[in-house]
T-cell receptor, first 115, second 111 residues
Framework: KAGVTQTPRYLIKTRGQQVTLSCSPI?????VSWYQQTPGQGLQFLFE???????NKGNFPGRFSGRQFSNSRSEMNVSTLELGDSALYLC??????????????FGPGTRLTVL | GQSLEQPSEVTAVEGAIVQINCTYQ??????LSWYQQHDGGAPTFLSY????GLEETGRFSSFLSRSDSYGYLLLQELQMKDSASYFC????????????FGAGTRLFVKA
């Protein structure tokens, strides 16, 4: 079974631009969560999607948004990029069966650098 | 607010046993997970405790006490490849699931 894939793996943008990151979960997984990882703040929860619905959101400004498609693939968008948005963005998927829902499988991440 | 506390760094020798503690203050607590992350890699799932007690998976065990808001990860027969960061993470059910990660414990395994 293929793992979680994220594209692109690396991205360089300038302040003020916007960016869209993509995540394809493991086949059959309907839950997708996004995290931001930085050396200073660690792993921070951005949002969780299940069956195309955002079910939970972390404490991030409205510039951070996301969506999930009917095939469970997910995208997140960051508008008006700031230097502080430079981070590793990780996507994780989990299954829907009892127990499996609590095991998250992470993708390799997208390394975003904002100049 | 939600908070998790775990040691920032632990050093141990190959073959030894090490315990990484995690205390948490959260609302909507559902369970406690542990993840391992090597430098440059993505976090990988190690274990999940939804109920009090010990869960064992090979050389790794994890414990949870809900009444004490406390858990730990126990690594036995340490190997050099176990050098990595270990994160405790609380799974919250607040109308939808979210996972809050601790700051991570950097484990150094020495020969």
């Amino acid at each position: 079974k293929a793992g979680v894939t994220q594209t692109p793996r690396y991205l360089i943008k300038t302040r003020g631009q916007q960016v869209t990151l993509s995540c394809s979960p493991i086949s059959g997984h309907r839950s997708v969560s996004w995290y931001q990882q930085t050396p200073g703040q660690g792993l921070q929860f951005l949002f969780e999607y299940f069956s195309e619905t955002q079910r939970n959101k972390g404490n991030f400004p409205g510039r951070f948004s996301g969506r999930q498609f009917s095939n469970s693939r997910s995208e997140m968008n960051v508008s008006t990029l700031e230097l502080g948005d430079s981070a590793l963005y990780l996507c994780a998927s989990s299954g829907t069966g009892a127990g499996s829902y609590n095991e998250q499988f992470f993708g390799p991440g997208t390394r975003l650098t904002v100049l | 607010g939600q908070s998790l506390e775990q040691p920032s760094e632990v050093t141990a020798v190959e073959g030894a046993i090490v315990q990484i503690n995690c205390t948490y203050q959260t609302s909507g607590f559902y369970g406690l997970s542990w993840y391992q992350q090597h430098d440059g890699g993505a976090p990988t799932f190690l274990s999940y405790n939804g109920l009090d007690g010990l869960e064992e998976t090979g050389r790794f065990s994890s414990f949870l006490s809900r009444s004490d808001s406390y858990g730990y990860l126990l690594l036995q027969e340490l190997q050099m490849k176990d050098s990595a960061s270990y994160f405790c993470a609380v799974r919250l059910n607040t109308g939808g699931f979210k996972t809050i990660f601790g700051a991570g414990t950097r484990l150094f395994v020495k020969a």
